[in-house]
């Protein structure tokens, strides 16, 4: 049974930060890479960037450059994202997601988390 489970959504002001998690157990593990998407209401899922299980190679979207990390923890199969000054248009469910070789397009990963709301407030 494959599991992603994200956690630490919630509600920041702008300017603000936000640590999510993903915790991944069964097939996910055979999946080289672990994705961050986001989407806001009304709008297509956007990649927000990725990593890979070994923590050699990180991709990020322009918009999140500068500003988001993504890290992981091999000890307790976790993948995290870092969110730092936060802008209202980071306001998006997010989601990780699992995949044999990555990418920055949804169809390029197999399993995926149940999401989890960011809401930046002015």
């Known amino acids: 049974q494959v599991q992603l489970v994200e956690a630490g959504g919630g509600l920041v002001q702008a300017g603000g930060s936000l640590r999510l998690s993903c915790a991944a157990s069964g097939r996910a593990f055979r999946r080289n890479v672990m994705g961050w998407f986001r989407q806001a209401p009304g709008k297509e899922r956007d990649f927000v960037g990725l990593?890979?299980?070994?923590?050699?190679?990180?991709t990020y979207a322009e918009s999140v450059k500068g500003r988001f990390a993504i890290s992981v923890d091999n000890a307790k199969n976790t993948v995290y994202l870092q969110m730092n000054n936060l802008k209202l248009e980071d306001t998006a469910v997010y989601y990780c997601?699992?995949?044999?070789?990555?990418?920055?397009?949804?169809?390029?990963?197999?399993?995926w988390g149940q999401g989890t709301q960011v809401t930046v407030s002015s």
């Open positions: 997601a699992a995949g044999a070789f990555g990418g920055t397009f949804s169809r390029d990963y197999d399993y």
């Open positions: 990593i890979t299980w070994s923590g050699g190679i990180t």
